[in-house]
């Protein structure tokens, strides 16, 4: 059964930067893509970056272009989420999730989840 098991959120101040980390377990991910999400207070779930195991692909919604970097480390089976120059409407609760196949944005077609990680940018 496929884990994942998000780190790294926590409160920081506008202009800021966190790393957040997604470990990985229960299978080999050769094939697989894994993808970051967020869910604001009222608001929709939405995606944020996704990048494929083997190849290194990756998406970016274009709210966060040019401040987050997605990148995994094969050999520890972690997905990680650099996110610089933070903004408040950032804050969310941000959730690790794998598929496999290609990146895609589409919430559904990611069929693992973590239980996600608060991140909350003050201004």
């Known amino acids: 059964q496929v884990q994942l098991v998000e780190s790294g959120g926590g409160l920081v101040q506008a202009g800021g930067s966190l790393r957040l980390s997604c470990a990985a377990s229960?299978?080999?991910?050769?094939?697989?893509?894994m993808g970051w999400f967020r869910q604001a207070p009222g608001k929709e779930r939405e995606f944020v970056a996704a990048i494929t195991w083997s190849g290194g692909s990756t998406r970016y919604a274009d709210s966060v272009k040019g401040r987050f970097t997605i990148a995994r480390d094969i050999a520890k089976n972690t997905v990680y989420l650099q996110m610089n120059s933070l903004k408040p409407e950032d804050t969310a609760v941000y959730y690790c999730?794998?598929?496999?196949?290609?990146?895609?944005?589409?919430?559904?077609?990611?069929?693992?989840w973590g239980q996600g990680t608060q991140v909350t940018v003050s201004s």
């Open positions: 229960g299978r080999t991910f050769g094939s697989w893509a």
């Open positions: 999730a794998a598929k496999y196949g290609m990146v895609v944005t589409t919430e559904w077609e990611y069929a693992y």
